[in-house]
């Protein structure tokens, strides 16, 4: 079979094996290839030491990126490839790393020690692909499966349950029973794995090709118990309204999977309702309300995202385009859609927009599409035509006031305000000379009446 790798990894292959040494690019990278995929990462296995790695490359910038473990990271101008021993590995008493490394010549000892079959396989230019363990035919067959023993994989590092998760929704492959059920019996396991790895593996989930199909899995396999056990109550649970014909949990998983693969829109989309079960209420004829549920869902996403350790600029996004998901205009209704656009940010409001377009695609409600879509035609035009929309915005500040004899203040505040309102809906009074003779006559002329 051939495989078309870039130069600078191919180069670090021909260089080991002149010196004698077998290498093999390994993993991942492979998986791609045999799926018609670009590779982001390449990774090389070889039998050389690795300070043996680090004297065949002297004349590169060569990073000790983790001796221990066997591994350095060769540089060059084109790319970086991690260089990794061969190795065999003890138990994980810790559930992350291995009691104990040692360093071997052998290529199917070392691919033993992987997770799954798919990243299980090797190849190079001598000896082609390296597979024993079925990792060709499993992509064949779209399927995931552990190398060896499940429970003992899943014991070694818990964080593999979600890898198997991931796998399978990004790939659109299948995890096979013997894998799935290990899954479910260790899935209360996951508890003993950091947050921070919890959290990076659930957002590749988010953001994958079929988010959808990942959290159903995380709820097939019960790993949704531990990691997000706030969207339990969502599942069942019936708005009773006339707009909407799913429960929340499949409403929500409609709008996910309609959002674009941003990591805060698909975290909105996830936490949009998920504060609606505890703001029901049914009216005399018995339709369901959620008032308020924005506000709750705000709560209970920064609870979540906390709890995962997530950077706190990802919180305020997504909380910005929860809280306002529900703020739907005509296109008519510029000066509410100006007064939106300011409260969001410019940098927010096409985000919020792809929400809102997300979520009328997953209801019932006639009209609320186009409604959408024509929204984002008015935010446009009034972003493309620079009208004001803030107080940075207008052509008078404070010290203009000032100026004119108005003094600090609260009246000063409402006066500005007044005068945002003003131009908001009429942005041709957006001027200085036009706003200072509005504000002579309406404050300054009342002022001076005042004294007299």
């Not at 191919?10 to 590779?39: F, M, Q, S, T, W």
């Not at 659930?202 to 995380?218: C, D, H, Q, R, S």
């Not at 309204?241 to 999977?257: A, G, Q, R």
């Not at 350790?309 to 385009?321: D, T, Y």
């Amino acid at each position: 079979m051939k495989i078309d790798i870039p130069h600078y990894v191919r180069g670090i292959l021909d260089r080991l094996i002149d010196n004698g040494y077998e290498a093999y690019i390994v993993g991942g990278c492979i998986r791609d290839i045999l799926l018609k995929k670009h590779p982001e990462d390449w990774d090389v296995t070889t039998s050389a030491l690795p300070e043996e790695v680090i004297k065949i490359f002297n004349d590169k910038t060569v990073v000790n990126t983790g001796e221990k473990y066997g591994t350095v990271t060769v540089i060059n101008g084109d790319g970086k490839v991690e260089v990794t021993t061969f190795r065999k590995e003890g138990d994980y008493s810790d559930g992350r790393h291995p009691d104990w490394v040692s360093f071997g010549n052998n290529i199917e000892d070392d691919l033993r020690r992987r997770d799954f079959t798919v990243n299980s396989m090797a190849w190079n230019p001598i000896k082609g692909i390296v597979d024993p363990f079925g990792g060709e035919e499993d992509i064949a067959k779209g399927t995931i499966r552990t190398v060896g023993n499940p429970l003992h994989r899943f014991s070694e590092d818990g964080l593999r349950m979600m890898r198997a998760v991931r796998f399978a929704s990004n790939l659109n492959f299948t995890i096979v029973d013997e894998t799935l059920e290990a899954i479910k019996y260790m899935a209360a396991s996951i508890k003993n794995i950091s947050m921070e790895r919890i959290r990076e593996e659930f957002f590749k989930i988010i953001v994958g090709t079929n988010p959808k199909y990942g959290l159903n899995l995380l709820l097939d396999t019960r790993l949704m118990d531990f990691i997000l056990p706030e969207l339990l109550i969502t599942i069942g649970f019936q708005q009773n309204n006339p707009y909407h014909d799913m429960d929340v949990f499949h409403h929500t998983l409609c709008v996910l999977e309609k959002t674009p693969p941003v990591l805060h829109i698909r975290l909105a989309a996830l936490f949009h309702d998920i504060g609606k079960p505890y703001c029901y209420t049914e009216d005399e004829e018995g339709i369901g309300h959620f008032y308020g549920h924005n506000k709750k869902s705000v709560q209970i996403a920064e609870q979540i995202l906390k709890r995962l350790k997530s950077p706190n600029k990802l919180i305020r996004k997504v909380s910005i385009l929860v809280e306002h998901h529900m703020r739907y205009y005509n296109s008519n209704e510029r000066y509410e859609i100006k007064k939106l656009i300011c409260e969001v940010g410019k940098d927010n409001i096409f985000d919020l927009l792809s929400l809102q377009k997300a979520d009328a695609m997953c209801k019932n409600k006639e009209g609320l599409i186009d409604n959408a879509h024509n929204m984002e035609k008015t935010v446009k035009e009034i972003i493309s035509n620079n009208e004001p929309l803030c107080l940075q915005d207008l052509a008078i500040n404070g010290e203009d006031l000032m100026k004119s004899g108005l003094k600090p203040g609260i009246d000063m505040g409402k006066a500005l305000n007044e005068l945002l309102n003003m131009v908001i809906k009429n942005p041709e009074l957006n001027n200085k000379e036009t706003l200072l003779t509005i504000a002579l006559n309406k404050w300054l002329s009342a002022k001076c009446n005042e004294r007299f």
